[in-house]
């Protein structure tokens, strides 16, 4: 498999300029660049090999091939079932499952997304490693972006902070909601003598919950929610605190009578893709274990 590599015809705006100025400006970072020239990376301007000084001239031809990634040796490939939403060369779309983890931990060493991601590279012909740009909870199903190469991992990381990678997730709440729709802001730190559990505390990271009502039901309510910030089980502990747990979440007081894990699903992605320069959107439809909960209290 070839190394990712970028290309450019300089135009007469760019002449003169410093050849690390430019790259810059292209969201190459100094790390990025670092890497290029001490990992086997190469900056090739008219086919000849140059350093970062280079002052660039109009119609140079400008290629930038970033080291080869080798997959990390303590992570195996496994087949692991996941649904392809989306791929191009950059980043994949997929559906994860619940019950399986993003990635390996010492509870679940093996199994995981990663591990299915590796296993699908493998199967053609792609020597990658895995870059997550948004995690799910083992137990939490839906939609998740995944970037290909470490360049578009950074770029994808950068949308991530402005916010413009926007999550959409539905879930079921134990009670019925009496809002149609609302904003939680409560703080979220982690809760004393666990590493696990979250809690609210005055003394947290801010985290923003918004929320929507789809459907009241017997004794749940069908919600949308959409995440302003992205602490851990932000949403299972912003529903907990409203008094409203999801259903099955026996970590912050639901109840698995109907469903053996939090039914929470992401069900939607919208973000902005640097290469093919427009927002793209995905959905994913609701698991079976969430629909059997649905239909059993319509």
């Given at each position: 498999m070839k190394s990712f590599q970028l290309n450019w015809i300089i135009d007469k705006e760019h002449e003169g300029m410093y050849l690390r100025e430019f790259l810059r400006k292209q969201q190459i970072s100094k790390a990025a660049l670092t890497d290029i020239k001490f990992h086997g990376g190469?900056?090739?301007v008219n086919g000849k090999e140059e350093n970062v000084r280079y002052v660039l001239k109009k119609e140079d031809v400008v290629v930038v091939?970033?080291?080869?990634?080798?997959?990390?040796?303590?992570?195996?490939?496994?087949k692991v079932p996941f649904e392809i939403v989306f791929e191009d060369e950059h980043c994949l779309v997929v559906n994860k499952p619940p019950y399986v983890s993003t990635i390996p931990s010492r509870e679940h060493p093996s199994g995981s997304l990663a591990n299915g991601l590796l296993y699908h590279f493998q199967q053609h012909g792609e020597e990658r490693t895995?870059?997550?740009?948004?995690?799910?909870?083992?137990?939490t199903s839906?939609?998740?972006?995944?970037?290909?190469?470490?360049?578009?991992h950074s770029l994808f990381s950068k949308e991530q902070q402005k916010g413009t990678i926007k999550r959409t997730y539905v879930a079921i709440v134990?009670?019925?909601?009496?809002?149609?729709?609302?904003?939680?802001?409560?703080p979220i730190s982690r809760k004393e003598d666990s590493i696990i559990e979250r809690t609210v505390r005055e003394d947290g990271q801010q985290a923003i919950t918004h929320f929507r009502v789809l459907k009241r039901l017997q004794k749940c309510t069908f919600v949308e929610l959409q995440l302003e910030t992205g602490r851990t089980h932000q949403i299972r502990v912003h529903m907990a605190h409203i008094g409203h747990p999801l259903c099955g979440d026996a970590l912050y007081g639901g109840?698995?009578?109907e469903i053996n894990r939090q039914a929470l699903h992401s069900y939607q992605i919208d973000f902005y893709h640097p290469f093919c320069k427009k927002t793209l959107s995905?959905?994913?439809?609701?698991?079976?274990?969430?629909?059997?909960?649905?239909?059993?209290?319509?």
């Open positions: 190469k900056i090739i091939i970033f080291p080869k990634e080798k997959p990390s040796e303590s992570m195996k490939p496994e895995v870059h997550i740009v948004n995690r799910l909870d083992r137990d839906g939609i998740m972006l995944v970037a290909k190469h470490r360049f578009s134990h009670g019925v909601l009496k809002q149609d729709h609302g904003t939680i802001q409560a109840e698995k009578t995905f959905t994913c439809p609701i698991p079976e274990d969430m629909k059997n909960v649905l239909n059993k209290h319509a």
